[in-house]
C-alpha cells in the first residue's frame, strides 16, 4: 500500500476504503490469510493474519501516516512476497498493489527483477496522479501480468470502484487442491486444479 503525501486523495477516506476491500476478501473464505506492508515515510510490515485476526489489520491501517515522501514499491512488493513464499498455504496466493507512481530508486531496479520472478499472482490498482507518467503506466501493465488484473483510476470514486471490482474478481475463481492415495503408482500425487467461473 502506498500511503505517502503525494497521493492526493483524503487520507482517512483511502485507508477507510482499503479496510473495506480487505474486509471483502475475508468474506471470500474464513481460511483468507492477509498481511500488510505500506510505505509512506518507511516501509512497515504486518505479517498475515486470519479471520479471526482481522481487527488487527484494520488498527494497523488505521494507524499508518499518509504525509510521508518514502518511494520504496519493489522493496515493499519484495516484502510481500517474503511472506507469501514463508508461508504454508494450499490456495492461490496473491500480491496486491497500489500506488501513484512508479519506482525510481536505484535499489527498485534491482528489486523489480525479483519481484517479477516471485510465483505469485499480481494484482494492480494505480492511482492516476500527477506523478504517474506512460513509463509508470507499462511497469504498472507488466506487473500485473495480465491486463484483467490491472485497474487504473483518477479519484476517490474510481479507486472505491476498482477495489469492489477486484474483490469481485477474486471471488469468482476458486482453486482446489485434490488429493487421492497412489492407486496406481509408487506414491501420493497432488493434483490441482483451477476453476474459473467469469
Keep these: 500500500i502506498d500511503l505517502n503525501a503525494t497521493l492526493g486523495l483524503d487520507g482517512a477516506q483511502t485507508k477507510q476504503t482499503i479496510k473495506a476491500f480487505i474486509e471483502d476478501l475475508y468474506t471470500i473464505s474464513t481460511e483468507t490469510l492477509i498481511g500488510i506492508v505500506a510505505y509512506n515515510d518507511k516501509v512497515r510490515t504486518l505479517g498475515l493474519r486470519t479471520f479471526e485476526e482481522q481487527d488487527e489489520v484494520y488498527q494497523f491501517i ?60 499480481r494484482r494492480v490498482v494505480a492511482l492516476d496522479g500527477t506523478l504517474f507518467t506512460e513509463k509508470d503506466h507499462q511497469e504498472m501493465t ?46 501420493p500425487r497432488l493434483i490441482r486444479f483451477t476453476f474459473s467461473l467469469r
Design 62 to 121: 488505521d494507524g499508518l501516516s499518509t504525509n510521508g515522501t518514502y518511494s520504496g514499491m519493489y522493496e515493499s512488493c519484495l516484502r510481500a512476497v517474503d511472506i507469501l513464499d514463508g508461508t504454508v498455504f494450499r490456495g492461490a496466493k496473491n500480491l496486491i498493489l497500489f500506488t501513484d507512481e512508479g519506482d525510481e530508486t536505484t535499489i527498485g531496479a534491482i528489486l523489480k527483477e525479483e519481484v517479477l520472478k516471485a510465483r505469485v499472482a
Design 142 to 187: 507488466e506487473l500485473a501480468q495480465s491486463p484483467e488484473n490491472y485497474r487504473f483510476v483518477a479519484d476517490q470514486t474510481g479507486l472505491a470502484n476498482a477495489f469492489t471490482d477486484l474483490a469481485d474478481q477474486m471471488r469468482q475463481t476458486d482453486r482446489f487442491v485434490f488429493e487421492r492415495p497412489g492407486d496406481f503408482v509408487d506414491r
